[in-house]
Nanobody, 117 residues
């Protein structure tokens, strides 16, 4: 069993920054990648970014240049630094972990990010 506990998020004005954190516990030996997805109201959940233990990071086009993903393997924690936020970034953000990039197997509880214009 794998558990993912998220923190961070909240309300910010357009152009502002937020940082999300997610810490994993349980049997995560085979879960090489950790990352983030988001779901806006009325839309499907979409990939944002993820990163493997070796540091191989993949970003959605919408995140490139504004978001930075990083991880602390010793702490089993992944971070998402979000800069230059836009109203269209408003969504519930979910942490995920899986065997490789873009193959989520377990999910966190979700955290709301709201960007006001």
């Amino acid at each position: 069993q794998v558990q993912l506990v998220q923190s961070g998020g909240g309300l910010v004005q357009a152009g502002g920054s937020l940082r999300l954190s997610c810490t994993a516990s349980g049997n995560i030996l085979s879960m090489n990648a950790m990352g983030w997805y988001r779901q806006a109201p009325g839309k499907q959940r979409e990939f944002v970014a993820d990163i493997t233990r070796a540091g191989n990071a993949v970003y959605a086009d919408s995140a490139k240049g504004r978001f930075t993903i990083s991880r602390d393997n010793a702490k089993k924690t992944v971070y998402l630094q979000m800069n230059s936020l836009k109203p269209e970034d408003t969504a519930v953000y979910y942490c995920a972990t899986g065997p490789t990039n873009m193959r989520p197997a377990y999910w966190g509880q979700g955290t709301q990010v709201t960007v006001s214009s």
